[in-house]
């Protein structure tokens, strides 16, 4: 069980908005900030946004991200076909001597 | 461009050894922290280590602290993990990413293609 909790699942149809949550503490997202990652089957993670609701060059601004207390969440607006994928939270969490900590992913499926 | 490409992985047996290899290209390596990052196959991704841009400071997750030791060479911009007292678990794709610029905020923003390590008698 991940020290960051994703719902397993979310979906959407084409052009809706979907939001992913992620959950954590205040030893982890309250203190710092929060990446998001999208994973498509056979490659490797991609960065999708950084510091809570920055997004990387070439990454659309149909994702977004925010975070309030000890939680975050990704927002995908005008959801496409590809945007089906797993999506990550994930932070650096200050307890014992430190250690960045990965939610336990949501697969997104657009329908 | 940014690359990084793993190497190093293959079958071990429980207890046994390997040392996986990171190439890194495309940035001053010298300048980044590194990690290594690893997922089993359909699961979700675990991190398993992290090291300041010149050595110097390391962080380990608790299923692998004592066990595996990351390293790097700024000479050659290879990152390293040797990973020891290998058990079943420990089977996965294992990725590396580059970290954060100095004090940076901006971390884990590229990652390689991953070298899957299985452990198995």
């Known amino acids: 069980q991940s020290v960051l909790t994703q719902p397993p699942s979310a979906s959407g149809t084409p052009g809706q908005t979907v939001t992913i949550s992620c959950s954590g503490s205040?030893?982890?997202?309250?203190?710092?900030?929060v990446n998001w990652y999208q994973q498509v089957p056979g490659a490797a993670p991609k960065l999708l946004i950084y510091t809570n609701d920055q997004r990387p060059s070439g990454v659309p601004d149909r994702f977004s991200g925010s975070k309030s207390g000890t939680s975050a969440s990704l927002a995908i607006s005008g959801l496409q076909s590809e945007d089906e994928a797993d999506y990550y939270c994930?932070?650096?969490?200050?307890?014992?001597?430190?250690?960045?900590?990965f939610g336990g992913g949501t697969k997104l499926t657009v329908l | 461009e940014v690359q990084l490409v793993e190497s190093g992985g293959g079958v071990a047996q429980p207890g046994g050894s390997l040392r996986l290899s990171c190439a890194a290209s495309g940035f001053p390596f010298d300048d980044y922290g590194m990690h290594w990052v690893r997922q089993v196959p359909g699961k979700g991704l675990q991190w398993v280590a992290l090291l300041n841009w010149d050595g110097g400071t390391t962080y380990y997750g608790d299923s692998v602290k004592g066990r595996f030791t990351i390293s790097r060479d700024n000479t050659k911009n290879f990152l390293y993990l040797q990973m020891n007292s290998l058990r079943p678990e420990d089977t996965a794709l294992y990725y590396c990413?580059?970290?954060?610029?100095?004090?940076?905020?901006?971390?884990?923003?590229?990652w390689g293609q991953g070298t899957l390590v299985t452990v198995s008698s």
């Open positions: 990413a580059r970290g954060a610029y100095g004090s940076g905020t901006l971390d884990l923003d590229y």
């Open positions: 994930a932070t650096w969490d200050d307890s014992l001597n430190g250690f960045w900590v």
């Open positions: 205040r030893s982890n997202i309250l203190s710092n900030s």
